[in-house]
């Protein structure tokens, strides 16, 4: 037996659907604001003490060690009940590099470190092909200090006049978790905020809490002082084909693949008379 459904019922289903849906940014647009922000910040900033690549190669790990310069008078210097503070390091990744996105997450699993890119990163692509991307890499200060690994690979070069070329590794930024969300500045009378910069309106991005990305907190950058001198704390050098080689790397390729295809066609053709 057929049931009529009345299509006023249809729609009503439909828009509470949609109205029960929580829409978050995308992620591509919240990194959009990171780069974007041109925001007060807080009176704080961030010190790269460390920034270095480990290992040889074309496969390095990328290790940043960051310091947070807190003044005395700040409500944040004597929290004995925030032992811990979560920051994120927002890490530029050029088209030279990249970062395995498997492989992060094999090593989150066993403590390696949470992350969050803006798109997935082909590691097969060579760098002429390829686009940069950014990632957000969680992590918490321990008495205002923290030590970041990122394992970051080196792509093929295109081949070029010399043999290695010169490529930065950009500078961080780093954000802190807001100590109180912004709905609640209103109920803390007796503490600054940490997101408001002394201020009326909060100085905060809408990130998520973690690499999960099941919550959303509120998040403010710090000013780095890589930031403040404009420098790129490291540079590596990535090996090239030289373009005087290419006549003789193409002849050679294309000659062992003939007498490849035709040595197994011998074989094939022999072990079928046998």
């Given at each position: 037996r057929k049931m009529a459904v009345c299509p006023g019922i249809i729609l009503f289903c439909v828009?509470?659907?949609i109205a029960a849906v929580r829409v978050e940014p995308s992620l591509t647009e919240i990194l959009q604001q990171v780069q974007d922000w041109s925001g007060d910040h807080l009176r704080l900033e961030a010190s790269?003490?460390?920034?270095?690549?480990?290992?040889?190669?074309?496969?390095?790990?990328?290790?940043?060690?960051?310091?947070?310069?807190?003044?005395?008078?700040?409500?944040?210097?004597?929290?004995?009940?925030?032992?811990?503070w979560p920051i994120i390091v927002v890490e530029n990744i050029t088209q030279d590099v990249y970062v395995d996105l498997d492989e992060?997450?094999?090593?989150?699993?066993f403590g390696g470190p949470q992350m969050i890119a803006s798109s997935y990163m082909?590691?097969?692509?060579?760098?002429?092909?390829?686009?940069?991307?950014?990632?957000?890499?969680?992590?918490?200060?321990?008495?205002?200090?923290?030590?970041?690994?990122?394992?970051?690979?080196l792509r093929y070069q295109a081949p070029s006049d010399s043999l290695y070329k010169a490529v930065p590794v950009l500078a961080p930024r780093v954000l802190v978790q807001c100590w109180y969300q912004p709905d609640e500045i209103a109920n803390s009378a007796t503490h600054l905020?940490?997101?408001?910069?002394?201020k009326d309106t909060p100085s905060v991005l809408k990130l998520p809490c973690d690499a999960t990305a099941a919550k959303y907190c509120y998040w403010t950058p710090v000013k780095t002082d890589t930031e403040t001198t404009g420098?790129?704390?490291?540079?590596?050098?990535?090996?090239?084909?030289?373009?005087?080689?290419?006549?003789?790397?193409?002849?050679?390729?294309?000659?062992?693949?003939?007498?490849?295809?035709?040595?197994?066609?011998?074989?094939?053709?022999?072990?079928?008379?046998?």
């Open positions: 828009v509470a659907g790269v003490r460390r920034r270095e690549l480990r290992n040889s190669g074309l496969h390095r790990a990328l290790v940043t060690g960051i310091h947070l310069d807190v003044p005395v008078d700040h409500p944040r210097s004597a929290d004995a009940a925030h032992p811990s992060i997450a094999s090593l989150t699993k082909d590691t097969e692509k060579p760098a002429a092909v390829s686009s940069a991307h950014t990632v957000l890499v969680y992590s918490r200060l321990q008495d205002y200090r923290a030590t970041v690994e990122l394992p970051l690979h905020p940490v997101c408001t910069n002394g420098s790129n704390t490291l540079q590596v050098d990535i090996p090239c084909g030289l373009k005087d080689h290419t006549i003789l790397i193409v002849i050679g390729t294309v000659s062992m693949t003939v007498l490849g295809t035709l040595y197994l066609a011998y074989a094939a053709t022999t072990v079928q008379t046998r």
